[in-house]
């Protein structure tokens, strides 16, 4: 696994989260990778914050969002790598605090709507991509599949 990410430039990833953003008009990206055990997702220090009204919070978010690590099953990014599947959150600052590990921090901060995708590769997760837009998105299947779409990724 580690070395599937050891391949992809940092560059990528960063654009990949930009273009993901912009295209989707999500304010935040951040990504999420498997540790070397393959039993825990570690924050990774790849983001993109669009700029405007939202990034002095946004930095803030990503800021107070370093140290967690999530077990498979825990938080959004942890279900996402659990069952392999896109998940979509109305709003994350609502939530409980088992649903959505950050949702104090969402509050504190203007975070809203979140969704995360899987990246898959020969049937592992390679990393977890997360966005996050600071005003409510109703649920939209073609902004999943515009996320989940490999040819935009590397």
Known sequence: ??????QIPVTNLEKTLSKICKLTDFHYGEIWLPNRENNLLEFSPYYHIVGG??????EKFHLCSQDFIISKGEGLPGRVWLYKQPEWILNVS???EGYFLRNQIAK?????TGFAVPMIIEEKV?????FFACDIRSYSSDILALAMDAKIHF
């Open 94 to 96: 609502v939530e409980s």
């Open 53 to 58: 009204n939202y990034q002095d919070n946004l």
């Open 1 to 6: 696994m580690d070395k599937l990410i050891g």
């Open 108 to 112: 504190a901060f203007g975070v809203r």
């Open 126 to 130: 390679l990393m977890i991509l997360a």
